[in-house]
């Protein structure tokens, strides 16, 4: 299994989690709480690893 690192972050408007992974163009996700967060970017990293895209 492959490790990624996220930079996590809280936008001050929506009250959300927001996250990217550097270096990793497409992988970045919200979410209302760090786990759903962690959630969303798993699947996204999930996509783009199918698509080839990394």
Sequence with gaps: MKSF???IGRD???GLFVG???G???A???GET???LNDNLHEVI???LEDGQR
């Design 34 to 36: 760090l786990d759903e």
């Design 5 to 7: 690192t996220a930079v």
């Design 20 to 22: 990217y992974v550097p």
């Design 12 to 14: 001050h408007e929506t």
């Design 28 to 30: 970045h996700s919200q």
């Design 46 to 48: 999930a996509m783009l």
């Design 24 to 26: 990793f163009p497409g």
